[in-house]
């Protein structure tokens, strides 16, 4: 087996590849509009929203999103759809250039406020501070996968926890790992597995979002849709 890079070098590659803008791939890795193609790009949004709206549904919250944060917004693909019925919209992510994107979508759209958020990959805790128990919906939606190891996407759930007010939501998608062992998170060469680099057993996210101070209530699977394969969607609510 190939062995793991160290975490400190896997975020140091995350940082650097997330805060250059550059190279071909990069838009359609940030989702921005014109890397996806407008098709998929509105199609993320659509599908993420409808799976909120059933979450909220069956757990008796009001459709509406409220006060929300997303972390990792990348080009707005989410933004475009939630903030429309938010009554806030936080755009949070790594890279500078996204969020910028993030928020322009988000005025092409909506006159809903919307506030840019710098999260530095390393502290990303400093992201809270000011703004603790002020959201009732954290999104992170094709975030997980991209984390440098388990610990650093638990680092997001342990955020959220702190981000969210009392009965607000955690909407999470996580790429869940099978029996297969090719699809175990890689850790290791993060620009050519970026994608892959962190994924969870469906059972595993759901018990370790309990230990970071969540309670899991609904999940949905998604085992292949336009982008990508094995996502699992989580309501996270926090007590
Ligand atoms: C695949 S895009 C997803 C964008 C958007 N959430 C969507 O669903 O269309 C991933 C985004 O996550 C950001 N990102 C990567 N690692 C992150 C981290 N540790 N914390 C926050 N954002 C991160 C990237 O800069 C990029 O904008």
Redesign the pocket.
Known sequence: MVPAQGISRR?AD?RT???SSSGAAWPA???WRNG?GDEA?LE??RD?LAIYQRFAKGLDLPSGPGRVI??????????VAFAPIASKFLA????PD?VTE?VRQVQVVCQTPVEPVH?D?EN?ERAVDGREASCDTF?????IE???GAE??L??VRIAEQLLVSGGMAFI?VKYRTADRRTRGHRRDYRRN??NMTTFGIDEFWLRAIDCGLNPKLITLVPRNRLDTRYAYYALIKP
Do not use: K
């Open positions: 975020i995350a590849y997330w805060s890795d940030s989702h996806l790009w993320v949004g993420h997303e972390w990792g917004c990348g080009g707005g693909a989410n933004a949070a992510d790594v890279a996204s993030c999260v990959i990303p999104l992170c939606l094709y975030v991209l984390t440098a650093e996407a680092r997001i998608q970026l994608a």
